[in-house]
């Protein structure tokens, strides 16, 4: 007789570590499926968690697991679902092994991936001296030369949060001809160079970066770059299940993390709320409490 779980969790994030220990607590039959890439992983240290500033993101998902094997209906495999389909009423997730799983549920806590500029060098500086969020990495920059890469009305939204940390601030414009003068004056009101030129490539070593070499051949002195990747689904999970999408990286949910689909249920970075890892823990724990209530309502015809 097939084994049916009351939830599949994919995605062993903050979102679907947190989804799990709520489901734990209330002693439900889950499986959480990870493929261990993290957004991140590439990152030296989490901040601003309760109790855990400055941990090591793998330190972190270690700890996490290891508090949830306690639980004697916790079941975690280290694989990613190949493809999942809802027939009769079940969710069927085939696991890139070859193996399927039942279950009644389904949390989709994939998360997004990065994608970089196309500068020389970037992947090996990013998460440690080239960052997306001024408040994960920004404070290790105090006083050090900062770099902004982009051109639109966030990027001066941007300058200005991080303008509290360092006034040695330079924009990157990577030559695009989309800065209004409005935007410009702006900017070099505030004391902020302005370079066109476009990064070419980041000079440095093991993640530290020392310089940024633009397309003219000029080497720039620089400590941190911050940018703002183009944001994807890690997986395609979502939309083979016909979820609702509102962008390009972020799905329909209603106020508790339902998706548009009946059963189907999306968390942390996928969702639009404010991207972290402690706001993805507070989703998590949101749709963990909604799939419990969902299935007491059917199983108690509430």
């Not at 970089?116 to 001296?129: A, M, Q, V």
């Not at 004391?191 to 990064?199: A, M, N, R």
């Not at 823990?281 to 909604?290: D, E, F, I, N």
């Amino acid at each position: 007789m097939t084994e049916v779980f009351d939830a599949v969790i994919v995605g062993g994030g903050p979102a679907g570590l947190q989804a799990a220990m709520m489901l734990m607590r209330v002693n439900r039959r889950i499986v959480l499926l990870d493929g261990g890439e993290g957004r991140n992983a590439p990152a030296l240290q989490m901040h601003y968690f309760p109790t855990r500033d400055g941990t090591e993101p793998e330190e972190f998902r270690r700890v996490s697991l290891e508090q949830l094997s306690r639980y004697s209906n916790f079941s975690y495999k280290r694989m990613m679902v190949k493809s999942v389909s809802k027939r009769e009423g079940y969710f069927h997730s085939q696991l890139e092994s070859g193996g399927v799983l039942v279950s009644r549920r389904i949390v989709i806590a994939t998360g997004v991936k990065d994608i970089l500029p196309e500068i020389d060098r970037i992947s090996e500086f990013y998460g440690k001296s080239v960052f997306h969020c001024p408040y994960c990495h920004g404070y290790e920059f105090k006083a050090k030369k900062i770099g902004l890469l982009g051109i639109h009305e966030m990027t001066f939204h941007m300058t200005g949060i991080i303008s509290t940390l360092s006034n040695r601030l330079t924009v990157f414009t990577q030559a695009s001809e989309e800065l209004s003068d409005q935007l410009r004056k702006k900017l070099e009101a505030k004391q902020v160079e302005i370079v066109d030129t476009p990064i070419r490539a980041i000079e440095g070593n093991k993640g530290v970066m020392s310089a940024v070499t633009l397309q003219s051949g000029k080497s720039y002195s620089l400590d941190g770059l911050l940018i703002s990747p183009k944001l994807v689904p890690h997986s395609s999970l979502a939309d083979d299940l016909l979820c609702e999408k509102i962008a390009d990286a972020q799905y329909q949910v209603d106020a508790e993390g339902r998706s548009s689909v009946a059963g189907v249920y999306i968390s942390g970075d996928l969702v639009p709320i404010r991207p972290s890892a402690l706001s993805a823990s507070y989703h998590g724990m949101l749709v963990g409490a909604t799939l419990h209530h969902d299935l007491v309502r059917e199983d108690w015809c509430l």
